[in-house]
């Protein structure tokens, strides 16, 4: 990425991304910037190897009104919605609340949409035909975009760029919620022309009717002054023709799907099929993006607890009935720390070439981080050949220390099998293990966060592991082997001072 690499800025209501003449260029939606562009919800553009995801987000409580009058005299179309699974057939007839839109009251003009159709022919079919013959072609392009994966945001703008195709919206509206119990955001607003609608303003009674009795409507609406009298109110409207939908996610209606136009460009019967369809099909496709979202998230997180955790840990942290998250705080536990060292490991890596370090110690960390989650210990870090690991977090097990010196044994065995089958100089290793209460948890900056354990007991663990152990040993603390509760062979080592600390500890040796 360059110093200065991109622009962007507001101009006249719009979102602009101009290049600032990098050296590898701005890329919006894949193809390189050659000069200034609208930017758009669901948009993204790529900086160096930094990805930018442009989304729209307003609190639905700034766009919806009560400064609304549902006009009744013009004709209003109310269709039930069944369930998003099952997207209405073309025959279906739509089921009328109020006078249909007059017959005489269409658009004017060609009829862009009846223009494509394929038959170039002598118009032999009647209008019912030619109507399901358009909606079965509007219903094939709307599944084939929808149904291939898109991440959420790009997906929301792209159902708002079907409305403009399928309907002769001069504004759109989608409007969602994350969950049942929380309150409706708008996730994209745009006019045909792209820029954002200034000051929109939606009935939120009509919202409201849509969402709770999921149902379609086709109707005009007004904007009043409520400053005005009623008959100077009436006179001030801004009469709008609308069309809005629910959208579904399996039983709950998530959001709507709204576009509207002003009363000169009204909406016909055929433009709510047609747009019913949309916001059914919409919903799928949004509920399919919320859970490829869900499963991306999950498999990131998995990624990352299993740098630290056993399968089983991993597994009770994303699927416990508690919230995992929760087990990541900093807060204080009765631990049981192992440090374990490679022994002389400087001298021996004086020969090697890197890669050969490093594909050493990968195979000793990976052995060794076996026998660690093996015990449902925590693997804190590597710190160059050594290994930090804890037992007793994030999750509290009451034999942590049985289970620490169970895994040192193991790991033990681990390297001799290791020194066995490699003809290179054999490695060893000596180990340390100390209990008592630590302070576990994410910590670190805003920035960047690591479960780690800090504390007195990783201290003293460390200074035994540097300064008693010899190799092929493995020394415990007094607080360790009174905290064991299975059958253990020790040898007592006696008490030793140990460097930065005042008072003597009491350490043994575990035989086996």
Not at 56 to 75: K, M, N, P, R
Not at 158 to 175: G, K, M, S, T, Y
Not at 253 to 267: E, M, Q, W
Not at 360 to 384: P, S, V, Y
């Amino acid at each position: 990425m360059s110093r200065q690499h991109a622009r962007v800025h507001l101009a006249g209501g719009r979102c602009v991304l101009v290049d600032a003449g990098s050296r590898y260029g701005t890329h919006l939606n894949g193809e390189r910037l050659s000069a200034e562009a609208l930017l758009k919800a669901g948009d993204t553009f790529q900086c160096g190897k930094a990805t930018i995801n442009v989304e729209q987000q307003v609190d639905a409580a700034e766009i919806l009104s009560e400064e609304h009058q549902l006009l009744e005299d013009s004709g209003t179309i109310v269709r039930r919605i069944d369930s998003a699974a099952n997207p209405p057939s073309p025959a279906a007839e739509p089921r009328v609340a109020a006078t249909a839109w007059p017959a005489l009251d269409r658009r004017k003009g060609g009829d862009r949409r009846k223009l494509s159709l394929p038959w170039t022919g002598r118009e032999r079919r009647s209008g019912h035909d030619r109507r399901h013959a358009r909606l079965l072609r509007l219903l094939s392009e709307i599944s084939n975009t929808l149904v291939t994966g898109q991440p959420l945001p790009q997906m929301l703008t792209r159902v708002i760029d079907l409305v403009f195709d399928v309907v002769p919206a001069e504004r759109a509206f989608l409007l969602l919620r994350d969950a049942t119990d929380q309150a409706l955001s708008a996730r994209v607003l745009r006019n045909r022309d792209g820029s954002a609608p200034p000051e929109p303003r939606l009935s939120r009674t009509v919202v409201n009717h849509v969402m709770r009795e999921r149902v379609a409507m086709l109707a005009a609406d007004a904007l009043c002054d409520p400053r005005l009298d009623a008959a100077g109110s009436i006179q001030a409207m801004n009469v709008r023709s609308f069309v809005c939908a629910p959208l579904w996610d399996r039983s709950e209606v998530i959001g709507v799907l709204y576009a509207d136009n002003p009363r000169s460009k009204k909406f016909v019967a055929d433009d709510l099929d047609v747009f019913t369809a949309l916001a059914n099909y919409a919903a799928v496709a949004i509920a399919q993006a919320h859970t490829a979202d869900q499963l991306l998230q999950e498999t990131k997180r998995r990624e990352r607890l299993q740098r630290y955790h056993s399968p089983g840990v991993v597994n009770r942290i994303l699927h416990g009935g508690t919230n995992g998250d929760a087990s990541f705080l900093a807060q204080e536990r009765d631990v049981t720390v192992m440090f374990c060292d490679l022994v002389a490991f400087t001298a021996l890596c004086e020969g090697m070439e890197p890669y050969e370090v490093a594909q050493l110690l990968n195979g000793f960390f990976t052995r060794m981080a076996d026998e660690i989650f093996e015990k449902e210990g925590t693997l804190d870090k590597f710190i160059g050949d050594a290994i930090l690991a804890v037992f007793g977090a994030p999750f509290p097990q009451p034999d942590h220390a049985d289970r620490a010196v169970q895994t040192a044994l193991a790991m033990r065995r681990a390297l001799a099998d290791m020194n066995a089958t490699q003809t290179a100089r054999p490695l060893r290793m000596r180990i340390a293990i100390n209990s008592g209460r630590a302070l576990t948890g994410d910590i670190g900056s805003p920035r960047r966060r690591e479960f780690t354990v800090l504390g007195d007991v990783v201290n003293t663990a460390s200074r035994i592991e540097s300064s008693v152990a010899a190799p092929d040993q493995i020394v415990i603390s007094r607080a360790t082997k009174d905290k064991l509760t299975g059958p253990v062979t020790t040898n007592a080592l006696g008490s030793v001072t140990l460097r930065g600390r005042q008072g003597e500890v009491e350490l043994f040796e575990v035989i086996g």
